[in-house]
């Protein structure tokens, strides 16, 4: 069962950590589960999408590279999403995701996404409050279409205190390989945190729905924060889908025992797995 995270800010207990040595023996585990259920998705056409939100320099990057790790590139892509381009700019917003959800067996990973139009575009200002306004339902209305059509939908906010963001800014700050994440954006930012908070708190509120539900992940502890976002996204994916080894097919098996010098048992095996 899924379990559910808190779907509203103030209600994330940002003290939780995880140890090292706890981290790393959940995070190989919940790897080889992610491969596992790769292979699955591959076998019977499933589709996957994964929204990663959250503040700047929360977390969601490491977090989708560790999932990388385990995940073969050819049916897994991470979606990087900034500003549209004129393009998009002169058609509805949702076409770019539409244009980059996975097709069937593939998973799809969205570093941030279409909630910018109730986040980013309400507080910049670059959309008549009217029109995001109006995105809570057609975002309600795009979700419920994507898991109609037998896509899985997993949708993380990763959620830190100002103090531990401004923590990371110094830290990337003095980082030369981590310098290159830090933007005048990251600063601008953070002078309209309490309007980004009611911001959030509204979308988690207006689009956390019973098929497309939120989980906000504590993210002051980066270990914490991954390994938790790891497992109810396994726990998401995984749900009522066989991860058992898929079998070869009859022709396959016959072109093996052709060409290959195997155990004549081996064959037998795997054969009968197959009736």
Request: aromatic share 10%.
């Given at each position: 069962?899924?379990?559910?995270?808190?779907?509203?800010?103030?209600?994330?207990d940002?003290?939780?950590?995880l140890?090292k040595?706890?981290?790393?023996?959940e995070?190989?585990?919940?790897?080889?589960?992610l491969?596992?259920?790769?292979q699955a998705?591959?076998?019977?056409?499933?589709?996957g999408?994964?929204?990663?939100?959250?503040?700047d320099?929360?977390g969601?990057?490491g977090?989708?590279?560790?999932?990388?790790?385990?995940?073969?590139?050819?049916s897994?892509?991470?979606?990087?999403?900034g500003?549209?381009?004129?393009y998009?700019l002169?058609r509805?917003y949702?076409?770019?995701f539409w244009?980059?959800l996975?097709?069937?067996?593939?998973i799809?990973?969205f570093?941030?996404?279409?909630?910018?139009?109730?986040?980013?575009?309400?507080?910049e200002?670059l959309?008549?409050?009217k029109?995001?306004?109006?995105?809570y339902?057609e975002?309600?209305?795009f979700e419920?279409?994507?898991?109609?059509d037998?896509?899985?939908l997993?949708?993380l906010?990763?959620h830190?205190s100002?103090?531990?963001?401004?923590a990371?800014f110094?830290?990337?700050?003095?980082n030369?390989?981590?310098?290159?994440?830090?933007?005048?954006?990251?600063f601008?930012?953070?002078?309209?945190?309490?309007?980004?908070e009611?911001?959030?708190?509204?979308?988690?509120?207006?689009?956390?729905?019973?098929?497309?539900p939120w989980?906000?992940?504590?993210?002051?502890?980066?270990k914490?924060?991954?390994?938790?976002a790891m497992?109810?996204?396994v726990?998401?994916l995984?749900?009522?889908?066989?991860?058992?080894?898929?079998?070869?097919?009859?022709?396959?098996?016959e072109?093996a025992?052709r060409?290959?010098e195997?155990?004549?048992?081996?064959?037998?095996?795997?054969r009968?797995?197959?009736?």
């Amino acid at each position: 069962m899924v379990r559910h995270y808190p779907s509203k800010l103030a209600d994330a207990d940002l003290s939780k950590r995880l140890g090292k040595k706890e981290y790393f023996k959940e995070l190989i585990e919940l790897q080889a589960q992610l491969s596992l259920i790769q292979q699955a998705f591959l076998f019977h056409g499933t589709k996957g999408v994964i929204v990663f939100e959250g503040w700047d320099a929360a977390g969601k990057g490491g977090t989708i590279r560790r999932i990388s790790q385990a995940l073969d590139p050819r049916s897994f892509k991470v979606w990087p999403i900034g500003a549209p381009r004129n393009y998009y700019l002169n058609r509805h917003y949702l076409l770019r995701f539409w244009e980059r959800l996975p097709p069937a067996g593939a998973i799809s990973a969205f570093d941030r996404s279409w909630y910018g139009r109730v986040l980013v575009e309400r507080l910049e200002n670059l959309t008549p409050e009217k029109r995001w306004r109006a995105a809570y339902q057609e975002i309600n209305d795009f979700e419920r279409m994507l898991v109609d059509d037998g896509t899985r939908l997993v949708k993380l906010f990763f959620h830190i205190s100002p103090d531990e963001q401004m923590a990371r800014f110094t830290e990337r700050l003095n980082n030369p390989l981590k310098r290159w994440k830090l933007t005048y954006e990251d600063f601008r930012n953070r002078e309209k945190w309490d309007e980004a908070e009611v911001a959030v708190d509204e979308m988690l509120a207006r689009t956390s729905t019973g098929v497309a539900p939120w989980h906000v992940i504590p993210s002051n502890n980066k270990k914490y924060a991954r390994i938790n976002a790891m497992r109810i996204i396994v726990e998401a994916l995984s749900m009522d889908i066989d991860l058992n080894p898929q079998h070869l097919d009859q022709r396959t098996l016959e072109a093996a025992q052709r060409v290959l010098e195997v155990d004549q048992d081996l064959i037998d095996s795997l054969r009968a797995r197959t009736e």
